[in-house]
């Protein structure tokens, strides 16, 4: 998982993403089908692509 591959906290990865914790722990249980603009945003900050990001 990049999030804790890179350190960061939900808390801190929400914050940088422009979010809130709740919606970071929808991705990590893979509810993300109702927000692609937030996928592409998490996928830019680990400089990766979003199939990756999901795979």
Same mark, same amino acid.
């Given at each position: 998982?990049?999030?804790?591959?890179?350190?960061?906290?939900?808390?801190? #990865? $929400?914050?940088? @993403?422009?979010?809130?914790?709740?919606?970071?722990?929808? +991705?990590?249980?893979?509810?993300?089908?109702?927000?692609?603009?937030? #996928? $592409?945003?998490? @996928?830019?900050?680990?400089?990766?692509?979003?199939?990756? +990001?999901?795979?």
């Amino acid at each position: 998982m990049y999030r804790i591959r890179s350190g960061l906290t939900q808390r801190q #990865l $929400a914050t940088r @993403a422009g979010v809130n914790e709740s919606k970071i722990r929808q +991705l990590e249980d893979h509810n993300y089908t109702d927000n692609p603009k937030l #996928l $592409a945003r998490v @996928a830019k900050i680990f400089d990766t692509s979003v199939h990756d +990001l999901v795979e």
